[in-house]
């Protein structure tokens, strides 16, 4: 059984930092794509960043809104990527969910399993 373990979040002042980590337990392949999607109310849940390792090779992207202020980074022997969250600002708040996909190792295959959600709040 896949299980996607969230951890962090919180409350952060604006232009602090966050970091979020996302391990998937039960996972069978060596090619997997872990990502972070993110939603407020009233807004559709959008894609932030996705690092994913195919025969290899890793490869990571991020939404415009985050690059430069974001950094994912992936540990392939524990199935765990990690988003650093840089100069936050208050549009960033939302909560937080970590998707990822067993065995294509592609970004695109990424929303095959779902973890629960962690809020990101980030005052002004």
């Known amino acids: 059984e896949v299980q996607l373990q969230a951890s962090g979040g919180g409350l952060v002042q604006a232009g602090g930092s966050l970091t979020l980590s996302c391990t998937a337990f039960g996972f069978v392949f060596d090619n997997y794509a872990i990502g972070w999607f993110r939603q407020v109310p009233g807004k559709e849940r959008e894609g932030v960043s996705c690092y994913s390792s195919r025969n290899g090779n890793s490869n990571t992207n991020y939404q415009d809104a985050v690059k430069g202020r974001f950094t994912i980074s992936g540990n392939n022997t524990k199935k765990t990527a990690t988003l650093q969250m840089n100069s936050l600002k208050p549009e960033d708040t939302a909560v937080y969910y970590c998707?990822?996909?067993?065995?294509?190792?592609?970004?695109?295959?990424?929303?095959?399993?779902w973890g629960k959600g962690t809020l990101v709040t980030v005052s002004s």
């Open positions: 998707a990822a996909e067993d065995g294509y190792g592609s970004c695109d295959q990424v929303t095959e399993y």
